[in-house]
Structure formats: structure tokens, C-alpha cells
């Protein structure tokens, strides 16, 4: 007997596959990094310990299209597990707590959310390669009503040559969603993105590469010294907090906070505190199994963003056990925290943002207060010093502006100067043994030390503006990384 509102007899499908398919391409990824980190986090789960992303341009029927695979050597999957793999839903770790998966969704859902084809091949240790796919078109148009039986094939050759013994590797092959970019620009967002997300993963010794160039964790607290840009300090001890969580058991959230250096960092320049991520990214890092799942304004009560609030970091870390406290969705992509978690948290959390946040105003208004006696001095004097060739159509008759800033560098001279607009910019080399030895220690108060030394460092930048060919810059250049090579051997006996 049918059911009434059926309109007719027999069975029916649960999901109508030709619709399904591509109702799903529009669940919703925020951004193609999102889309690969699905892949990134099977790979993990595989424990692999190299994981190659490659984002290629190429031609599909005379069409500019754009190709991502991702390469991994993990163990590796049964052909059972992978025809079950590409099914929606169809994980064989469907609802555990172990690990960065656990709906089975990750590699389908991302999958067709970018591209309308993928393949994925794997194989395990003295097994040979199996494969299968999902086209968007063909379920679509019902010529594809199941996912293909696993098959033997070979490898695309850009990825054999960098096989291991064992793994697995995903291939979008025509992803329309990314035409309109090229491949170097979706790299670069990768990069980005991935490096930041993976950042536990990156220190704990995995490698991820995009394109052949290996990821270097960027740590949104500033603290680790491994990262990019660092030199913040952490602020207070963690904060720990155990909750219930929804099958029985206990587990840990851990929140730690870190305050960026205002007096050494606030003389960058815009450009370099966006590119950096210092300005317009205040708030919390989400991380859930060591994975960054979402950043925002999180669990701060009634505390509002200021601009004052980006020069301090929180991050808040658990466990998938307590999925269901923070609202996470089979996605992976933020979270939707409950009224238990608020409550227990927020006030605390408030608290701390702020302090925080009256600590960095009253940082400001020291420095405000401390422009040093070296670079009041070097702007009145300027203007009775020739002009340097290099600075003639920029600085007025007034003379030259000066600021300096302090900052890791990627090289090991220990100051580089730099004509910014009409301002001689210093920066210090925060990793050189002569700011963590001689100038940092200089810095509080205005002691005649900190003068005498920062006119001999003004004094140097502004004789290097003398330089007018790339011969002569070629030499100082030489020279000044000589200088530092010798004050850090003096220093460091």
C-alpha cells in the first residue's frame, strides 16, 4: 500500500540522486582552502607523513580549466573502503571521536562543491592501484547511478613520480567553480590558509607542500618561534575547563591568550601589519583535534570588537568529543557555540579581553608618550644635512622623517633601512643577538644609552641613502651583513 502523499505506488529512493547531486554542490564551502582541507584532514587520518597539494592549469575540450590534486602517503584503502569512501555518508569511522573526521561527508561534499568530476586513487603497501570517480554530469543526466567498482589504473604521471609505497591521491579535474582564477593565485590562497589551519600538524613535524613548496606554520598568537612573524608573549597562565560530553566521558577545552608588542610593531607600516595579519584580525583561533576550524569574534560576552582589540590573540582548543557543545557541523568550517559552553565561559573570557584590551591602550599611549630623544633630534637636525641622492624628490626642505620598528627578519643583518615615502624606516632584526642583547634592554625610559645608540642607527641608515647605483646598494649591502655576522659572533662569546 502506498503512502498517501507518495502520489503513486511502489518504493521510492531516499534521495533522488540526479537532484542530490546537485543541490549538494551548493552546501556551502567558504572558500576552496576549506574545500581541500577536507582532503588534507583524510590524508592526516591516514597518517600520512608528506601530504602534496598540486593546483594546475590545464585544457579540457579547448577550455582553460583548473585541476587540485592531493597526494598523500598514508596507508592507504581496501577497495571495499574506497567504493565506500566516495559515498555520502559512507566512512567506515562514521560517528567516531578519534580524529578530524567523522560523518563520512568530507570527500564527496567538498569534492563536487568545486569540481563536477573527481577521482581518487589508492593503494596499499604491495597492492596495486585502485580507483574510482563521481561526475557530476553523469548522476545528473542518471547515466551514473552508483559509485563505480574500484578498478585498476595507473597513476597520472605528474603524480607517479612522487608516489610512495603506499596512499592515496584525489583529482578535481574540472573545476568550474575556479575558472575564472589562475592556478598561482588559488595557490597563494592555499598557502595562506593551510598554514595557519595546519599549524600543530606543521610543528609536529608533517609535511604539507603546494606545488612543491613546503608549508611553514603561521601561528595567529605571534608566540611560536618557528612562524613567519612572531615575538608576542603569552598572557596569564591556560585556562582549562572540563565539560561532559554528549556520549559519556569527560573532555578539555583549553583557552590560552597572547599580547602582541605594541611599541615594537605599531611603527610598521599598514601595509605590513595587513599582510602580516596584525590589523583586522582580532578575535579567536577555533581549533578542534589540532586543526583550526573556524576564526571570529567567539565567546567574548558583551565585550565588542575594537581596533585596539587586534593587538592581542585567544585561542581556544578541543577535542570532537565535544562537538555538540560547540555546534560543529559535518563541514568542519565554524562553530555555533551552545548556551552550557557561553555560560560556562564567556565571563571569564570577557575578563580577560578586557584587560587585554585596557593593557594595549595604555601601551599606545606609552608610545605616544616615548617617540625617543634620538628620533626627535634626527628630524629637527635633518634638514641641515644635504639631501641624500636617493631622497631628493621625496623628502621636502623640512628634511627627512625617521621611525624605527623592530621585527624578524629573513636574513641575518641586524638593521635594514628603507626610504618609505618621505620617512627613513630602521628596522631592527628581533632575532639578531644585538636587539635581543644590547637594544632591547634600552628600551625603557630614555636613558642616554638608548639616545647615543639610536643616533648611531639613524645615522647608518641615513649614510646608506648615499648609495645610488645597484653596485654601490649591492656593496652596503655586503658590508652591513658582514657587520652583523661579526657583532653576533662578538656577542654571542
Known amino acids: 500500500m502506498s503512502h498517501p502523499l507518495s502520489g503513486g505506488t511502489g518504493d521510492r529512493a531516499i534521495v533522488a540522486s540526479e537532484n542530490f547531486i546537485l543541490a549538494t554542490r551548493d552546501t556551502g564551502y567558504r572558500s576552496v582552502a576549506a574545500a581541500v582541507a577536507e582532503l588534507v584532514d583524510n590524508s592526516l587520518q591516514a597518517k600520512a607523513s608528506l601530504i602534496r597539494v598540486f593546483v594546475r592549469d590545464e585544457r579540457v575540450d579547448a577550455e582553460r580549466s583548473i585541476a587540485i590534486g592531493v597526494l598523500d602517503d598514508g596507508h592507504g584503502m581496501s577497495p571495499h573502503t574506497l567504493h565506500a569512501a ?12 578519534t580524529g578530524l573526521g567523522r560523518f563520512g561527508m568530507g570527500l564527496p561534499n567538498s569534492s563536487v562543491s568545486q569540481t563536477r568530476r573527481f577521482d581518487v586513487y589508492s593503494w596499499e603497501r604491495d597492492r596495486p592501484i585502485k580507483s574510482s570517480y563521481l561526475d557530476v554530469d ?55 590558509s593551510l598554514s595557519r589551519w595546519y599549524r600543530f600538524a606543521l610543528w609536529e613535524g608533517i609535511r604539507i607542500t603546494i606545488n612543491d613548496t613546503r608549508l611553514i606554520a603561521d601561528d595567529p598568537l605571534f608566540v611560536h618561534e618557528a612562524s613567519p612573524v612572531h615575538g608576542a608573549l603569552p598572557f596569564g597562565s591556560p585556562l582549562n575547563y572540563e565539560f561532559r560530553s554528549a556520549f559519556g566521558g569527560n573532555a578539555n577545552v583549553e583557552i590560552r591568550f597572547s599580547e602582541l608588542p605594541v611599541a615594537a ?38 565585550k565588542r570588537r575594537e581596533n585596539y582589540d587586534d593587538w592581542w590573540r585567544c585561542e581556544v582548543r578541543f577535542s570532537p568529543n565535544l562537538d555538540e557543545l560547540f555546534g560543529v557541523t559535518h563541514s568542519k568550517q565554524g562553530i555555533t557555540p551552545s548556551a552550557e559552553l557561553r555560560a560556562a565561559i ?35 637636525s635633518d634638514k641641515f644635512l644635504p639631501t641624500p641622492p636617493r631622497a631628493r624628490r621625496r623628502v621636502s626642505a623640512r628634511g627627512a622623517r625617521y621611525r624605527i620598528e623592530a621585527r624578524a627578519l629573513p636574513t641575518a643583518e641586524f638593521f635594514r633601512p628603507q626610504l618609505v615615502k618621505d620617512t627613513i624606516v630602521v628596522t631592527l632584526n628581533s632575532d639578531h643577538p644585538f636587539y635581543k642583547l644590547v637594544y632591547s634592554r634600552l628600551l625603557d625610559g630614555q636613558s642616554n644609552e638608548r639616545f647615543h645608540m639610536e643616533c648611531l642607527i639613524l645615522g647608518a641608515a641615513r649614510a646608506e641613502l648615499e648609495a645610488v ?25
Open 86 to 97: 566516495l559515498q555520502f555518508g559512507g566512512s567506515d569511522r562514521f560517528g567516531q571521536r
Open 138 to 192: 553523469e548522476v545528473a543526466s542518471g547515466r551514473l547511478r552508483s559509485i563505480p567498482a574500484p578498478f585498476e589504473r595507473d597513476l597520472p604521471e605528474w603524480a607517479a613520480v612522487h608516489a610512495a609505497k603506499s596512499g592515496t591521491l584525489v583529482v578535481w579535474s574540472r573545476c568550474d567553480r575556479l575558472s575564472r582564477l589562475r592556478a598561482s593565485t588559488i595557490a597563494n590562497r592555499l598557502r595562506g
Open 265 to 302: 610593531w605599531q611603527g610598521w607600516s599598514i601595509e605590513d601589519k595587513r599582510r602580516h595579519g596584525i590589523v583586522g584580525r582580532a578575535g579567536v583561533s577555533v581549533v578542534r583535534a589540532g586543526r583550526e576550524i573556524d576564526y571570529g569574534w567567539y565567546l567574548m560576552g558583551s
Open 346 to 380: 564567556e565571563p571569564d573570557l570577557e575578563a580577560v579581553a578586557r584587560t587585554l584590551n585596557a593593557r594595549v591602550r595604555a601601551a599606545f599611549e606609552t608610545v605616544k608618550r616615548s617617540h625617543s630623544e634620538a628620533l626627535n633630534s634626527a628630524e629637527v
Open 469 to 493: 647605483t645597484a653596485t654601490e646598494r649591492a656593496l652596503l649591502d655586503r658590508v652591513r651583513q658582514s657587520w652583523a655576522d661579526a657583532v653576533a659572533t662578538f656577542l654571542e662569546q
